[in-house]
């Protein structure tokens, strides 16, 4: 399995912006599907961005639409995640995960590989 490693939390304030890494080891990065999920104190995993299977496509969580970008840098084994215009609600730790599963990006069950997150913390 990969290794997958956050990176790039912090405590910012409403309206700012951050750009989280999520650094992956092994040469084979390229085959695996990617997601960012993220979990608020006192509540449940919920599914923040992916790719599709194929890479193709790129799904997002409504709460995230027009403010989150994911993105991967496969030559480095990299993927990213920039947010903008961020608001309190978005204080979460958020976790990468890969996956070699085919079927839905929202569904966190088959995502194999997971990092062990990195706090964001938005200040109002």
């Known amino acids: 399995q990969v290794q997958l490693v956050e990176s790039g939390g912090g405590l910012v304030q409403a309206g700012g912006s951050l750009r989280l890494s999520c650094a992956a080891s092994?040469?084979?990065?390229?085959?695996?599907?990617m997601g960012w999920f993220r979990q608020a104190p006192g509540k449940e995993r919920e599914f923040v961005a992916a790719f599709s299977w194929n890479g193709g496509r790129t799904y997002y969580a409504d709460s995230v639409k027009g403010r989150f970008t994911i993105s991967r840098d496969n030559a480095k084994n990299t993927m990213f995640l920039q947010i903008n215009t961020l608001k309190p609600e978005d204080t979460a730790v958020y976790y990468c995960?890969?996956?070699?599963?085919?079927?839905?990006?929202?569904?966190?069950?088959?995502?194999?590989?997971w990092g062990q997150g990195t706090q964001v913390t938005i200040s109002s």
């Open positions: 995960a890969a996956r070699q599963a085919p079927g839905s990006p929202f569904d966190g069950a088959l995502y194999a590989s």
């Open positions: 092994g040469r084979t990065f390229s085959s695996y599907a």
